[in-house]
């Protein structure tokens, strides 16, 4: 069965201090992994697209990774502003339907 | 470039009556997703729309829900009747087509308390 496992499910920093957020996943036919920021009250907002095990991506204090199992989050010196859920999802299969992690929820505190 | 747009907000009913929410999404996209997410858990897909056309209604409870994509533009979800378990915020997205399905636009979403 196609599963997508995010962790932990939630982790509060300290403003600056660098941590990294997991997805593990078990798909068949995997069509690329994406991850999304939602803050309260919003829908999701893309973040990034993985499709091959090394690929990185960045964007201003976020970096995603990926291997054949798992993709990482890092996030390095966050801000307040970073506090957010972070949800990961994968596309799968030739209709290429998104399973969604349930999310990691992130708290920076200044 | 406008986003996603969702009505109403919020909305309240009691069990057993119904409710439509409309969504118009970005322009050019041809592929339209309505999603249920209940909160601290991930979306959930209802319903997928390539241009006017369902692509996947799997996880639509078809006795109560109900979809449509008129002109392959704006959709409309309705469920009737509701159930105290519809309570959850409905969420569309779209993207510029069924190829891209990775890389979604989400509106707002509307919050909706069954009572």
């Known amino acids: 069965e196609d599963q997508v496992t995010q962790s932990p499910e939630a982790l509060r920093l300290q403003e600056g201090e660098s941590s990294s957020l997991n997805c593990s996943y078990t798909?068949?036919?995997?069509?690329?992994l994406f991850w999304y920021r939602q803050d309260p009250g919003k829908g999701p907002e893309f973040l990034f697209t993985?499709?091959?095990?090394?690929e990185e991506k960045e964007k201003e204090r976020l970096k995603a990774t990926l291997t054949k199992k798992e993709s990482f989050l890092h996030i390095t010196a966050p801000k307040p502003e970073d506090s957010a859920t972070y949800l990961c999802a994968v596309g799968a299969g030739n209709n290429r339907k998104l399973i969604w992690g349930l999310g990691t929820s992130l708290a920076v505190n200044p | 470039e406008a986003g996603v747009a969702q009505s109403p907000r919020y909305k309240i009913i009691e069990k057993r009556q119904s409710v439509a929410f409309w969504c118009n999404p970005i322009?050019?996209?041809?592929?339209l997703y309505w999603y249920q997410q209940i909160l601290g858990q991930g979306p959930k897909l209802l319903i997928q729309?390539?241009?006017?056309?369902?692509?996947?209604d799997s996880q639509l409870p078809k006795d109560r829900f109900s979809a449509e994509r008129l002109k392959g533009v704006d959709s409309t979800l309705k469920i009737q009747p509701a159930k105290l378990e519809d309570s959850a915020v409905y969420l569309c997205?779209?993207?510029?087509?069924?190829?891209?399905?990775?890389?979604?636009?989400f509106g707002p979403g509307t919050r909706l308390t069954v009572t």
């Open positions: 993985l499709y091959s095990a090394g």
């Open positions: 798909v068949s036919g995997l069509r690329g």
């Open positions: 322009s050019g996209h041809a592929t």
């Open positions: 997205a779209s993207s510029l087509d069924y190829y891209n399905s990775g890389e979604q636009y």
């Open positions: 729309f390539q241009n006017n056309g369902v692509v996947d």
